[in-house]
């Protein structure tokens, strides 16, 4: 008897902590402090407060903006999880929008699925009626629809998560990734300070500046000039097609480098062919290190997945398709279903890993994007930013997103002697391979994108 009683109360305490296991939905983590409808509907009809940025000088300071501190403290606790919500959405959003970037291209491609939420969470704070309530559905914040009025989610908490995400890779000496944010207006046009804040919340620097359109080709030569300056010529000529009648240009850059968390030995690298196709290969070179990784030979996808780990809470995933099959094969799958999935069929193993050094830059059109996924009524003509400017009818001409990222040998620790008394699996990365950038409290997507040749 006693044995029985035992168990029940056993069984009685196991079904109490389930049932204090509250699911939150991801609105509740990011909606305004005590929000009401009441407050939703005077925030509406209240104008937003305006702004006119300084105008540009070609020659002038380079030095960013200033930053607006973090208005509130959170727990370590409500920060993760807030992290863990937005990385779960943004690896969805970021999904979608790399299947559709990279339909019809056999070239290399690079995205950001953080980058590109970002860009998205701060025009939001700037969009009215339905174009806000568009934007919040595609980011997957929207609230509970029985609801009479339009909740609003705080922009400004989604974007202070996302510098809390990116920040986690900064702690130790050596690290690099970087965000930076440039916004030009014409003239005599003005911003909200909400946007301008917003672009301040996720970015390591940001760049608000006037500019005259009047005269295109010097506008476009200047403003390509101040980008290239400020990001330490790291970004260059990204602005095309500035006409006399450009409301507005956007451009968010992130750039990161990737340090593993034990390097390669410089001296193991060595040129080998990397196959192009079935007929075409280029010389590369390709860095080789035994030691112990997590992978998984995936049936679903006819692939191979390498989890290698860069820096300290960060890692790269390299999906390298078997023999005979396409990458068009393995990406045509990917999901957060299927990562999920690789994560839990992981093992452990001796591997002899073999990877092309290579770097790569790659700048997406977030508009032409939207266009491609029949969304173009979020960013392009019609959409309505009247809380961004009040500048009648405006418009956003040019929202691009830009990334970079190199790896090389480089890493924290040196790499440990050659085991001899196992003969490792080889993993040679000869071939077209998807990879993908994670980091790994959140588990959000860093960034993402295919190799199809590392020589270019």
Not at 5 to 29: I, K, S
């Amino acid at each position: 008897m006693p044995r029985v009683l035992g168990l029940l109360l056993m069984l009685v305490a196991v079904v109490q902590t389930a049932a204090n296991r509250v699911y939150v939905h991801p609105f509740n983590l990011f909606a305004y402090n005590n929000f009401t409808c009441e407050i939703a509907q005077a925030q509406a009809h209240k104008p937003p407060e305006m702004l006119k940025p300084s105008l540009m000088d070609p020659q002038g300071s380079i030095e960013p903006d200033g930053t607006t501190p973090q208005e509130e403290s959170e727990t370590d606790q409500a920060i993760n999880q807030k992290a863990a919500v937005l990385g779960e959405l943004l690896n969805s959003l970021g999904l979608r929008l790399y299947g559709t970037l990279r339909q019809g291209k056999a070239a290399n491609t690079l995205f950001s699925p953080g980058n590109a939420f970002g860009i998205l969470s701060t025009f939001y704070l700037g969009a009215s009626n339905v174009t806000a309530d568009s934007l919040q559905r595609l980011l997957g914040l929207s609230a509970d629809t029985e609801k009479v009025c339009l909740p609003l989610f705080d922009g400004h908490k989604v974007l202070r998560t996302l510098r809390h995400i990116s920040s986690q890779l900064n702690e130790s000496a050596g690290d690099e990734l970087r965000t930076h944010t440039w916004t030009f207006v014409g003239r005599e046009g003005d911003l909200s300070r909400e946007f301008v804040r917003g672009t301040q919340d996720y970015s390591d620097a940001s760049f608000v500046r006037s500019v005259d359109f009047d005269q295109a080709g010097g506008a476009e030569t200047q403003v390509n000039s101040f980008i290239q300056r400020t990001s330490a010529s790291k970004v260059e000529q990204l602005f095309d097609d500035i006409s006399p009648s450009t409301n507005l240009l956007f451009a968010s850059s992130i750039h990161f480098k990737g340090r593993w968390r034990t390097a390669f030995r410089p001296e193991a690298t060595s040129l080998q062919n990397f196959w192009v196709d079935d007929k075409t290969s280029v010389p590369v070179p390709l860095m080789s290190r035994v030691g112990n990784f997590m992978y998984v030979d995936d049936k679903a996808t006819k692939s191979t997945v390498v989890k290698m780990p860069l820096k300290k809470k960060v890692y790269i995933l390299t999906a390298l398709p078997h023999k005979g099959t396409s990458l068009d094969h393995v990406e045509d799958q990917l999901s957060t279903k299927l990562l999920s999935s690789w994560q839990q069929q992981f093992k452990e193993g001796l591997l002899e890993v073999s990877l092309p050094k290579f770097s790569l830059n790659s700048t997406s059109d977030l508009k032409g994007i939207l266009s491609d996924m029949k969304l173009s009524y979020l960013l392009d003509e019609g959409a309505d930013f009247s809380r961004l400017s009040t500048k009648e009818d405006f418009r956003l001409d040019q929202v691009l997103s830009h990334v970079g990222f190199q790896v090389s040998e480089e890493g924290e620790e040196d790499p440990v002697g050659p085991v001899v008394d196992m003969v490792p699996l080889k993993f040679v990365v000869n071939r077209p391979f998807f990879f993908a950038v994670v980091e790994e409290n959140s588990n959000a997507i860093l960034l993402l994108g295919r190799i199809t040749n590392p020589s270019l």
